[in-house]
C-alpha cells in the first residue's frame, strides 16, 4: 500500500520524526502497541521502523528514524531523500513485540531510539489506565529524542544520560530497586526493552538473575548465531498445502530454494529479525539462526524463520 509523507520534523542532530497518511484521507491499517511497518524504499531495500504513536489513532503512523553512521542505505536514504509530499511504499503493520496487558505493573526500558515502540505501548497502557513506568537511556540529553512525549504520560521516569554517569544504566541495580520499591515480583511485573545490542545483553542478563520471567526485547539487528554442528548441508523440505518436495543443497538458503520453485513467501528483513517469514513446522528439527524467537520457542520446534535457518534433520515438513 501507498503512504503520504505529511510531515518531517528534527528531533535531535540525527534523528527525525515522520508522519505518514493514507493517500486518500481515509483511515490507515489498524495496530497494536509494539508494532512496526516495513517501508520499500526505492533502492530496494525494505526496512522495518517501530511505530511510536498512539494505536488508537486511525489516521496515521509516527516513526523516528536514526541516521545510522552504519547504515546500509535504509535510514542514510530516507534522512537524505525523503521529503513531505512523497509517497512511500509500505507493508501493513505487523508485531514481534505485543504488549500483554493484564499484568499488574509494567516496566519499560528504553535505549536511545529504542525508545519508540514503548512510546506506542505508553499510550496503549495509559489509556488502559494501567500502571507502568520507563527507564530511558541514552548517550547524552541533546542526543535523547521525544523527552517531551515520554514525559507527558505523567509516570515515573528513570533518566539515565551516559556523558553524566560516565558509564551506561546499571540494569541491575535499577530494575531490582523498582522491582523492590513497588512489591512487585515475576507474576506481577512484566518488563519491555529496545535499544543497542549490549544494553539488551543486560536487561537479559539482569531479568534472568533476578527471577523476572515475563521479560521481551526488540532487536535492531540480527543477532550472529552459529549454524549448530548438527545442521544439515542438505535436506528435504516438504510443503504440505503447495504439495511440493524440495532439496535444499550446500549452496542453497531454504529461502532462496523456496523461491527458486515459486514458493510464494511473506518475508521483510530477510536477516532473522522481523518475523515476518514465520512459518509453522509441521515435522522435523530447525537449526534456528533467528533473533526473534527465545530460546523457549526455539526448542519447540512449532515455529521458524524461513530467510535464515537451516535443518538439523534429513526432513522438513513446513505448513507452506
Ligand atoms: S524476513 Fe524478517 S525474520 Fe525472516
Request: aromatic residues 6%; charged residues 20%; glycine residues 6%.
Amino acid at each position: 500500500m501507498l503512504a503520504l509523507v505529511k510531515t518531517i520534523r528534527f528531533e535531535t542532530d540525527d534523528i527525525i520524526r515522520i508522519e505518514l497518511n493514507s493517500t486518500d484521507q481515509a483511515d490507515l491499517p489498524a495496530f497494536a502497541a509494539g508494532d512496526h511497518i516495513d517501508i520499500q524504499l526505492p533502492h530496494g531495500l525494505t526496512k522495518s521502523y517501530s511505530l511510536m504513536n498512539d494505536p488508537a489513532e486511525k489516521g496515521r503512523y509516527v516513526l523516528g528514524v536514526l541516521k545510522d553512521p552504519a547504515s546500509q542505505g535504509g535510514s542514510r536514504w530516507i534522512h537524505d531523500n525523503l521529503r513531505v509530499g512523497m509517497r512511500l511504499e509500505i507493508n501493513p503493520p505487523s508485531n514481534n513485540f505485543a504488549l500483554q496487558e493484564n499484568f499488574k505493573h509494567t516496566l519499560l526500558i528504553a535505549g536511545g531510539i529504542g525508545v519508540t515502540p514503548l512510546i506506542s505501548m505508553a499510550h496503549r497502557l495509559k489509556a488502559l489506565n494501567a500502571s507502568f513506568e520507563m527507564i530511558y537511556a541514552a548517550k547524552s540529553q541533546g542526543s535523547t529524542a521525544f523527552q517531551d512525549e515520554v514525559a507527558q504520560f505523567g509516570v515515573p521516569v528513570h533518566w539515565h544520560f551516559d556523558d553524566i554517569h560516565a558509564a551506561p544504566p546499571n540494569l541491575h541495580q535499577l530494575i531490582e530497586q523498582r522491582i523492590k520499591t513497588a512489591s512487585l515480583n515475576s507474576d506481577t511485573c512484566q518488563l519491555y526493552a529496545c535499544g543497542p545490542e549490549p544494553m539488551l545483553n543486560a536487561f537479559l542478563n539482569a531479568c534472568a538473575s533476578l527471577g523476572l520471567h515475563h521479560a521481551h526485547i526488540e532487536r535492531f539487528k540480527a543477532l550472529e548465531v552459529q549454524k549448530s554442528t548438527e545442521a544439515k548441508a542438505t535436506y528435504t523440505v516438504c510443503l504440505k498445502r503447495s504439495k511440493k518436495t524440495i532439496e535444499v543443497g550446500p549452496q542453497t538458503t531454504l529461502l532462496q530454494a523456496l523461491r527458486l520453485h515459486d514458493i510464494e513467501v511473506a518475508t521483510s528483513c530477510e536477516e532473522g529479525v522481523c518475523g515476518a517469514c514465520e512459518t509453522r513446522v509441521i515435522s522435523g528439527l530447525p537449526d534456528h539462526l533467528d533473533s526473534v524467537l527465545s530460546d523457549q520457542e526455539k526448542n519447540k520446534n512449532t515455529v521458524m524463520m524461513i530467510c535464515v535457518s537451516g535443518c538439523k534433520s534429513e526432513l522438513l515438513e513446513l505448513d507452506l
